[in-house]
């Protein structure tokens, strides 16, 4: 089990520019979620899917952010247009219910 | 709104001790509470589930302890080592849907 696999690990962008993260959530697992933490916030959940369908983006801060899950092992937090307040860490995690998350690595972003 | 409160913030301790983490929230209609770890750069990785009507859950030199009626549960790290150095947060699940709410973590340091 290779766990949950993010990419990339590090994120340098200027403002304006899009940026796509890309999460691999464990096999079997039928949840997915992004969060996002910063010092000041913590982690936020931004949004999670079920059997890839989304369930709840009460959390995805704007219009900016968007989310998408095409298939059971494959997902996408893209940001367009950045803005240096995006700048965080974005981690993807998944479940099944019931069960315990487990997180990838994350991404560390940042918007100059 | 459910909160979720740890304190403290920060702890340092000499190898060998035994040490208590504490986490507070203040809805105690919850379904359960996880307590992860976080290394530097990492994601969080789960360590403990305690479901609402569960009062403890331990596995090896840890102990989770959980009382809703109070608000309350405990990380129990018995004899502590170097390797247990990192950052542990308290989350809970409060409804049907499968947001869980973070606290903002205790930074652990044990000492050689």
């Known amino acids: 089990d290779a766990g949950v696999i993010q990419s990339p690990r590090h994120e340098v962008t200027e403002m304006g520019q899009e940026v796509t993260l890309r999460c691999k959530p464990i096999s079997g697992h039928d949840y997915l979620f992004w969060y996002r933490q910063t010092m000041m916030r913590g982690l936020e959940l931004l949004i999670y899917?079920?059997?890839?369908?989304?369930?709840?983006d009460s959390g995805m801060p704007e219009d900016r952010f968007s989310a998408k899950m095409p298939n059971a092992s494959f997902s996408t937090l893209k940001i367009q247009p950045s803005e240096p307040r995006d700048s965080a860490v974005y981690f993807c995690?998944?479940?099944?219910?019931?069960?315990?998350?487990?997180f990838g690595n994350g991404t560390r972003l940042t918007v100059t | 709104k459910q909160e979720v409160t740890q304190i403290p913030a920060a702890l340092s301790v000499p190898e060998g001790e035994n040490l208590v983490l504490n986490c507070s929230f203040t809805d105690s209609a919850i379904y359960n509470l996880q307590w992860f770890r976080q290394d530097p750069g990492k994601g969080l990785t789960s360590l403990l589930l305690?479901?609402?009507?569960?009062r403890e859950q331990t596995s090896g030199r840890l102990n989770a302890s959980l009382d809703k009626s109070s608000g309350r549960s405990t990380l129990y790290i018995a004899a502590s080592q170097p390797g247990d150095s990192a950052t542990y947060l308290c989350a809970v699940k409060t409804d049907s849907s499968y947001k869980l709410i973070f606290g903002s973590g205790t930074r652990l340091l044990v000492r050689p």
């Open positions: 305690i479901q609402s009507s569960q």
């Open positions: 995690a998944s479940s099944s219910l019931a069960k315990p998350l487990h």
């Open positions: 899917f079920n059997n890839n369908v989304p369930i709840d």
